[in-house]
């Protein structure tokens, strides 16, 4: 992020995690530009790019257990 902010020193950057909902109302209202999620049931007004699916995981403490997480 600080590469892309020296680059392009004119453009706010902020991050903000939430359901994909919420995002979707946000891109609505016009509070954001860009999002992240899960496509729209109705995409008519977005211009959507979809990426290749990654493989998910499981990242925990080396000490913890799962009886511990659950």
Known sequence: MLALHRRYPDIELRLTVSDSSNLEDSLHAGLIDIALIQKPQFDDIFDCHSFSPIP???????????????
């Open 56 to 70: 998910t995981g499981r990242i925990q403490v080396r000490s913890a257990t799962l009886s511990r997480l659950s």
